[in-house]
């Protein structure tokens, strides 16, 4: 096929359609473009609504929060190692130990002070009064009877001299 318009006008014709094809490129990137913010915009919204969200929180947050932080953080450390001592002593309930002790009394003696020592072997330190040296005997037998809650009892002999008896550092131990 022979092209007969002659050369100007086949220059012309090549620079429309290359403006042709150049006005559609655009049309599709600019459309392009449109549907990338379309799509965008929604996602942006949500973003700036969930930012909000979390800033008004944020403040709210840093509301509560009191200003003397350190006093904070000093405590936290106290309490820790409050934690850790704890830890190592070993759990100890004194109630089943203080009603055989109730129960074992004779009516003569009336107890003043309980002390608890931890060791070994965890120990009453009692302290008290009994009327009559028999009396004091009697606590500490009964207290002996009972191997259900008590190893042994044991108090200085000395306190058997007179009458009435003031003891003190009677050491009953305990059964775990």
């Known amino acids: 096929m022979i092209n007969l318009l002659p050369p100007e006008e086949r220059r012309a014709l090549k620079n429309e359609y290359r403006v042709r094809v150049a006005v559609v490129a655009m049309a599709f990137t600019l459309a392009f473009e449109l549907v990338l913010v ?29 200003p003397d932080v350190s006093g904070i953080e000093e405590r936290m ?13 070993k759990d100890i309930i004194l109630s ?19 002390a608890l020592e931890t060791s070994d072997k965890p120990k009453l330190i009692l302290k008290g009064y009994a009327a009559t040296r028999d009396d004091l005997t009697q606590l500490r037998a009964n207290l002996k009877k009972d191997t259900a809650h008590f190893i042994g009892a044991q108090f200085d002999a000395r306190f058997l001299l007179r009458e009435p008896i003031e003891f003190s550092g009677m050491e009953v131990t305990l059964k775990l």
């Open 96 to 114: 089943p130990y203080l009603l055989a002790l109730a129960k074992a009394k004779p009516a003569g003696v009336a107890i003043s002070n309980i």
């Open 38 to 66: 379309f799509m965008f915009v929604p996602a942006f919204y949500s973003l700036k609504l969930s930012t909000g969200n979390l800033s008004a929180r944020l403040e709210q947050m840093r509301g509560s929060i009191p």
């Open 77 to 89: 450390t106290d309490l820790r190692g409050q934690i850790e001592l704890l830890r190592g002593e």
